[in-house]
């Protein structure tokens, strides 16, 4: 397969419009391990032709695009965008105009803070037919191997998903409504968050959850080297610098963090 790592060389290809849009379909990789894709995002794989692929796919869900197919990366990663998302979509648009078919493949489930709405939006308005294909998150992958159920009669009644990212143009500030997030039998899971881990579990003190309430975070759900710290609001800040967590990693808060003991799939907790 050809792999392009430039994206804006081959955004600049000239590109005639055919006389009819192709489809352009939108797959969920989900959380990394290729045998938690779901059948049709492999069929769409196997028999795709052009792949946009993010920062998240794992080599593994690749293999299985055909040898001849272009692989196009236009992932993102913190402070570091290969394309903005407005030329991302702009370069679908062209794409699919173009008449060649392609696969936008994008880690977890694109409807799940993978921006799949704005590109399906984008294709909408463009009139380019489309399709998605939705993947296991990350949180169900996560919570799933660490043993932490998102909801729990006895523990928790909803679960909340949030991303940690840093407000724009703040060094320490998160966006979050916290009243919400710390609202007790529930389970939060974030995103995003291991830069921002010490202002969220401040804040969510702050707020109201108690500094003993159990939090882990779980690094590489579903991966090699899948690991799982565990502690409380108060603890899990020093936990993780010890242990050096680095992104992806989820962060979960709950009473069904306690149930990791018990129901964890493998491996040991990082505790201290």
Do not use: N
């Not at 998302?85 to 008449?99: K, T």
């Not at 724009?168 to 609202?183: I, Q, T, Y």
């Not at 003993?212 to 993780?240: K, M």
């Amino acid at each position: 397969m050809s792999v392009l790592d430039e994206p804006l060389f081959f955004a600049g290809l000239p590109l005639q419009d055919a006389p009819r849009a192709a489809r352009v379909t939108l797959v969920g990789a989900g959380p990394g391990d290729p045998e938690l894709l779901t059948v049709r995002a492999e069929r769409a794989l196997r028999c795709a032709s052009l792949v946009l692929y993010d920062h998240l796919v794992s080599r593994e869900v690749l293999r299985l695009v055909p040898d001849g197919a272009d692989l196009i990366y236009v992932g993102k990663e913190s402070a570091r965008h290969t394309l903005p998302q407005e030329d991302i979509c702009a370069l679908m648009v062209r794409l699919a105009r173009s008449g060649r078919a392609l696969v936008r493949l994008k880690g977890g489930d694109p409807y799940i803070f993978g921006r799949g709405g704005e590109e399906a939006q984008a294709l909408a308005a463009a009139g380019v037919p489309f399709e998605i294909v939705p993947g296991i998150s990350a949180a169900q992958a996560a919570a799933a191997e660490a043993g932490m159920p998102l909801t729990h009669r006895d523990h928790a009644t909803s679960v909340v998903l949030a991303t940690g990212h840093r407000r724009a143009g703040a060094k320490d500030a998160v966006d979050m409504d916290w009243a919400a997030l710390a609202r007790p039998h529930q389970t939060v899971v974030i995103y995003m968050g291991v830069s921002t881990l010490p202002t969220v579990c401040a804040q969510l003190q702050r707020h109201g959850l108690p500094a003993d309430t159990p939090a882990a975070l779980v690094e590489r759900a579903s991966q090699p080297g899948c690991r799982r710290v565990v502690g409380t609001l108060r603890t899990l800040p020093a936990l993780a610098r010890h242990h050096e967590v680095r992104p992806p990693a989820l962060l979960i808060v709950g009473g069904v963090v306690a149930l990791h003991a018990q129901l964890a799939a493998r491996g040991t907790a990082l505790t201290a």
